[in-house]
């Protein structure tokens, strides 16, 4: 964080928390899979949002995450699933137990499915949480949802795309309900042309909205 942002620049406060998952060998490949899964924590003027909630071992740096943005569980007011995989949902009901005053809200397909202590809220496209806009991208599950922060061109991109080698990749089509529309959705949100883009899966990109249309544009699965 500067002391002296420039001005007119707006700078969102986001934690990134990050674990590794082995997927064993077998399910994705002859191989076991090491992939880092990631979850992330934003303050925002009206209290912070959590943006999905990672694996069941989350929960204690969901926690740090909360305290490095100045604030505790009592200042989560929403908490948002972007689908209802485990790698996405594992530690919701522990952390939405431990902050009581947030809101839970998935896209509306995937919305039955997450096991949560209180009701989820369904959200689509364009609903708004605390200056998030949902964007609907059904494929890798049939309520899969993005959420953009317009003012500082953020996309968390959630399973539309990972990154993997400094470069954009798409989630293993094994764990993806329809890859066609999954492509769609794909497509629609690289137009946005992001300028920073916080993947589920994967570090940062220097360039992601470049790293999105080369994606889109090469085949699928990739040569
Ligand atoms: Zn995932």
């Known amino acids: 964080m500067s002391e002296h942002p420039s001005a007119g620049s707006e700078q969102l406060q986001v934690q990134a928390v990050v674990r590794d998952m082995v997927i064993p060998a077998g399910v994705a490949g002859p191989e076991p899979l090491m992939i880092d899964v990631r979850c992330y924590a934003v303050a925002q003027p009206a209290g912070i949002v959590i943006i999905d909630t990672g694996m069941p071992d989350a929960e204690a740096g969901i926690a740090a995450a909360v305290q490095a943005l100045g604030g505790s569980f009592d200042d989560v007011r929403d908490i948002v699933v972007t689908h209802s995989h485990a790698d996405h949902t594992g530690s919701l009901f522990a952390l939405a137990e431990k902050a009581p005053l947030a809101a839970i809200y998935a896209g509306g397909s995937d919305a039955p499915n997450i096991r949560a202590p209180h009701g989820v809220t369904p959200i689509g496209e364009g609903t708004v949480i605390q200056g998030f806009e ?12 993005c959420l953009f922060h317009s003012p500082t061109g953020t996309l968390f991109i959630a ?31 690289a137009e946005l042309g992001p300028a920073r883009v916080l993947f589920s899966h994967g570090p940062e990109l220097e360039a992601p909205a470049q790293a999105l249309s080369r994606l889109i544009g090469s085949t699928h699965p990739p040569a």
Request: aromatic share 2%; glycine share 6%; charged share 25%.
């Open 159 to 189: 399973d539309a795309a990972a990154s993997e080698r400094g470069d954009a990749i798409r989630p293993p089509e094994l764990f993806t309900a329809d890859a066609l529309r999954a492509e769609e959705s794909l497509a629609r949100i």
């Open 134 to 145: 949902v964007l609907a991208t059904p494929g890798h599950t049939a309520g899969h949802v």
